[in-house]
Protein backbone atom coordinates (compact mmCIF):
# COMPACT_ATOMS: atom_id res chain seq x y z
CA UNK A 1 0.00 0.00 0.00
CA UNK A 2 1.26 3.68 -1.23
CA UNK A 3 1.37 6.32 1.60
CA UNK A 4 -0.98 7.59 -0.62
CA UNK A 5 -3.69 4.99 0.16
CA UNK A 6 -2.28 4.88 4.30
CA UNK A 7 -3.41 8.85 4.48
CA UNK A 8 -6.92 7.90 2.98
CA UNK A 9 -7.46 4.96 5.44
CA UNK A 10 -6.30 7.33 8.17
CA UNK A 11 -8.33 10.30 7.39
CA UNK A 12 -11.00 7.98 7.27
CA UNK A 13 -10.27 6.00 10.00
CA UNK A 14 -10.18 9.48 12.20
CA UNK A 15 -13.58 10.91 10.33
CA UNK A 16 -15.25 7.76 11.69
CA UNK A 17 -13.85 7.73 14.83
CA UNK A 18 -14.66 11.74 15.57
CA UNK A 19 -18.33 11.44 16.55
CA UNK A 20 -17.83 8.44 18.98
CA UNK A 21 -14.65 10.92 20.63
CA UNK A 22 -17.22 13.64 20.50
CA UNK A 23 -19.73 11.29 22.25
CA UNK A 24 -17.74 11.21 24.63
CA UNK A 25 -16.11 14.11 25.01
CA UNK A 26 -19.24 15.21 25.86
CA UNK A 27 -20.19 12.29 28.40
CA UNK A 28 -17.58 12.92 30.10
CA UNK A 29 -18.17 16.67 29.96
CA UNK A 30 -21.24 15.85 32.03
CA UNK A 31 -19.98 13.53 34.26
CA UNK A 32 -17.61 16.10 35.26
CA UNK A 33 -20.35 18.54 35.85
CA UNK A 34 -22.40 16.08 37.91
CA UNK A 35 -19.81 15.04 40.04
CA UNK A 36 -19.14 18.86 40.76
CA UNK A 37 -22.86 19.06 41.72
CA UNK A 38 -22.77 16.01 43.72
CA UNK A 39 -19.57 17.30 45.44
CA UNK A 40 -21.38 20.91 45.97
CA UNK A 41 -24.24 19.34 46.59
CA UNK A 42 -22.17 17.41 49.76
CA UNK A 43 -20.57 20.20 50.57
CA UNK A 44 -23.74 21.70 51.15
CA UNK A 45 -24.87 18.88 53.39
CA UNK A 46 -21.95 18.92 55.30
CA UNK A 47 -21.79 22.67 56.11
CA UNK A 48 -25.41 22.38 57.13
CA UNK A 49 -26.54 24.03 60.14
CA UNK A 50 -24.55 22.78 63.25
CA UNK A 51 -25.65 20.12 65.73
CA UNK A 52 -27.46 23.12 68.44
CA UNK A 53 -25.69 22.45 71.92
CA UNK A 54 -28.20 21.50 74.41
CA UNK A 55 -28.33 24.06 77.43
CA UNK A 56 -26.53 22.99 80.88
CA UNK A 57 -28.49 21.07 82.79
CA UNK A 58 -28.49 22.33 86.37
CA UNK A 59 -28.37 19.28 89.07
CA UNK A 60 -31.60 18.79 90.65
CA UNK A 61 -32.34 21.03 93.91
CA UNK A 62 -32.83 18.78 96.82
CA UNK A 63 -34.92 20.33 98.86
CA UNK A 64 -33.33 20.76 102.73
CA UNK A 65 -34.95 17.76 104.69
CA UNK A 66 -37.69 19.87 107.48
CA UNK A 67 -36.21 20.39 110.59
CA UNK A 68 -36.99 17.44 113.13
CA UNK A 69 -38.55 18.68 115.99
CA UNK A 70 -36.58 17.50 119.29
CA UNK A 71 -38.37 17.44 122.32
CA UNK A 72 -36.75 18.64 125.21
CA UNK A 73 -36.51 15.85 128.13
CA UNK A 74 -38.89 16.63 131.05
CA UNK A 75 -37.53 18.85 133.96
CA UNK A 76 -37.33 16.38 136.70
CA UNK A 77 -39.21 18.48 139.37
CA UNK A 78 -37.62 19.37 142.63
CA UNK A 79 -37.90 17.14 145.31
CA UNK A 80 -39.51 18.95 148.34
CA UNK A 81 -37.65 18.64 151.35
CA UNK A 82 -39.34 18.69 154.66
CA UNK A 83 -39.09 21.65 157.01
CA UNK A 84 -36.47 21.77 159.20
CA UNK A 85 -37.54 21.35 162.63
CA UNK A 86 -36.04 24.38 164.91
CA UNK A 87 -34.19 22.39 168.11
CA UNK A 88 -33.06 23.91 171.18
CA UNK A 89 -28.82 24.03 170.91
CA UNK A 90 -28.65 22.66 174.37
CA UNK A 91 -30.69 19.52 173.25
CA UNK A 92 -29.25 18.78 169.71
CA UNK A 93 -26.06 18.43 172.17
CA UNK A 94 -27.31 15.90 174.28
CA UNK A 95 -27.43 12.36 174.40
CA UNK A 96 -30.78 10.77 173.86
CA UNK A 97 -32.57 9.99 176.55
CA UNK A 98 -31.66 5.88 177.91
CA UNK A 99 -34.89 4.42 178.30
CA UNK A 100 -34.04 3.48 182.10
CA UNK A 101 -35.40 6.82 183.64
CA UNK A 102 -37.48 7.66 185.41
CA UNK A 103 -39.82 10.80 183.75
CA UNK A 104 -39.51 13.50 186.22
CA UNK A 105 -41.93 13.73 188.22
CA UNK A 106 -44.95 16.91 188.81
CA UNK A 107 -43.68 20.17 189.50
CA UNK A 108 -44.98 21.81 192.68
CA UNK A 109 -45.75 25.15 193.68
CA UNK A 110 -43.85 25.60 196.45
CA UNK A 111 -46.11 28.69 197.71
CA UNK A 112 -49.31 28.74 195.44
CA UNK A 113 -50.81 31.85 195.28
CA UNK A 114 -54.77 31.99 195.65
CA UNK A 115 -56.52 34.40 192.92
CA UNK A 116 -58.71 36.77 193.53
CA UNK A 117 -62.28 36.75 193.48
CA UNK A 118 -63.36 37.50 189.90
CA UNK A 119 -60.27 36.59 188.22
CA UNK A 120 -60.72 34.42 185.76
CA UNK A 121 -58.69 31.06 187.63
CA UNK A 122 -59.83 28.61 185.43
CA UNK A 123 -58.01 30.36 182.24
CA UNK A 124 -55.12 30.71 184.57
CA UNK A 125 -55.03 27.37 185.81
CA UNK A 126 -54.92 25.77 182.64
CA UNK A 127 -52.23 28.18 181.34
CA UNK A 128 -50.27 27.08 184.25
CA UNK A 129 -50.64 23.20 183.73
CA UNK A 130 -50.01 23.52 180.28
CA UNK A 131 -46.82 25.58 180.90
CA UNK A 132 -45.93 22.80 183.95
CA UNK A 133 -45.96 20.13 181.23
CA UNK A 134 -43.29 21.99 179.22
CA UNK A 135 -41.04 22.54 181.57
CA UNK A 136 -41.13 18.92 182.44
CA UNK A 137 -40.55 17.42 178.86
CA UNK A 138 -37.55 19.98 178.33
CA UNK A 139 -36.29 18.28 181.59
CA UNK A 140 -36.51 14.69 180.52
CA UNK A 141 -35.43 16.15 176.78
CA UNK A 142 -32.13 16.78 179.02
CA UNK A 143 -31.44 14.54 181.67
CA UNK A 144 -28.92 11.97 181.21
CA UNK A 145 -27.76 8.89 183.48
CA UNK A 146 -24.19 9.67 184.34
CA UNK A 147 -22.14 6.24 182.86
CA UNK A 148 -19.81 5.97 185.97
CA UNK A 149 -23.02 6.29 188.49
CA UNK A 150 -24.79 3.31 185.74
CA UNK A 151 -21.62 1.31 186.09
CA UNK A 152 -21.84 1.94 189.96
CA UNK A 153 -25.66 1.26 189.69
CA UNK A 154 -26.24 4.29 191.83
CA UNK A 155 -29.89 5.57 192.35
CA UNK A 156 -31.63 8.74 193.70
CA UNK A 157 -33.66 11.47 193.70
CA UNK A 158 -32.92 14.87 193.29
CA UNK A 159 -35.36 17.76 194.63
CA UNK A 160 -34.54 21.05 193.46
CA UNK A 161 -36.07 24.22 193.80
CA UNK A 162 -35.97 27.72 191.24
CA UNK A 163 -38.11 30.11 189.53
CA UNK A 164 -39.09 30.81 186.13
CA UNK A 165 -38.64 34.68 185.50
CA UNK A 166 -40.58 36.19 182.74
CA UNK A 167 -38.45 35.74 179.73
CA UNK A 168 -37.93 32.08 180.23
CA UNK A 169 -34.64 32.24 182.28
CA UNK A 170 -34.36 29.49 185.29
CA UNK A 171 -33.30 31.93 188.18
CA UNK A 172 -32.52 30.91 192.33
CA UNK A 173 -32.03 27.04 191.19
CA UNK A 174 -30.58 25.15 193.96
CA UNK A 175 -30.45 21.78 195.55
CA UNK A 176 -33.15 21.06 198.36
CA UNK A 177 -32.32 17.74 198.61
CA UNK A 178 -29.55 15.43 197.96
CA UNK A 179 -29.99 11.95 196.24
CA UNK A 180 -27.06 10.86 197.76
CA UNK A 181 -24.82 10.38 194.76
CA UNK A 182 -22.61 13.22 193.75
CA UNK A 183 -22.45 12.07 190.65
CA UNK A 184 -26.23 12.45 189.80
CA UNK A 185 -26.23 15.67 192.02
CA UNK A 186 -23.73 17.62 189.17
CA UNK A 187 -25.99 16.09 186.58
CA UNK A 188 -28.79 17.67 187.34
CA UNK A 189 -26.84 21.04 188.12
CA UNK A 190 -26.04 20.84 184.81
CA UNK A 191 -29.31 20.39 183.33
CA UNK A 192 -30.64 23.51 184.45
CA UNK A 193 -27.72 25.34 184.12
CA UNK A 194 -28.43 24.50 179.88
CA UNK A 195 -32.17 25.20 180.41
CA UNK A 196 -34.08 27.49 178.17
CA UNK A 197 -37.90 27.80 178.23
CA UNK A 198 -40.03 30.02 176.00
CA UNK A 199 -41.75 32.82 177.75
CA UNK A 200 -44.74 32.35 179.90
CA UNK A 201 -47.74 34.29 179.95
CA UNK A 202 -47.50 37.59 181.78
CA UNK A 203 -50.76 36.37 184.28
CA UNK A 204 -48.86 32.88 185.25
CA UNK A 205 -45.40 34.61 186.02
CA UNK A 206 -46.24 35.13 189.73
CA UNK A 207 -47.21 31.41 190.29
CA UNK A 208 -43.80 30.32 188.67
CA UNK A 209 -41.61 32.73 191.34
CA UNK A 210 -41.43 29.44 193.54
CA UNK A 211 -41.46 25.71 192.16
CA UNK A 212 -40.51 22.80 193.47
CA UNK A 213 -39.39 19.39 190.95
CA UNK A 214 -37.77 15.87 192.10
CA UNK A 215 -35.64 14.24 189.22
CA UNK A 216 -35.57 10.41 189.56
CA UNK A 217 -32.61 8.30 188.88
CA UNK A 218 -33.23 4.40 188.55
CA UNK A 219 -31.74 1.56 186.75
CA UNK A 220 -34.94 0.04 185.38
CA UNK A 221 -34.22 -3.80 184.13
CA UNK A 222 -30.96 -3.32 184.97
Do not use: C
Not at 40 to 45: E, F, N, P, Y
Not at 143 to 156: I, N, V
Not at 174 to 197: A, C, H, K, M, T
Amino acid sequence: MSSYHKLIASVLAITLHLPLLWSFSHGLQRGTNDSFETTGQAIVLKMASAPVTPPPVSPPVTPPAPPVEVTPPPIPKPAIEPPAVETNVADSQEAPQDASQTPPADIVEANPIIGKEGDSEGEQDDALSRYKALVRTHVERLREYPPQARLRRQEGTVEVAFSIGSNGAIENFRVISSSGSPLLDRSVERLFSRLRLPAPDEAIVPQLANLQLPVVFELQGI
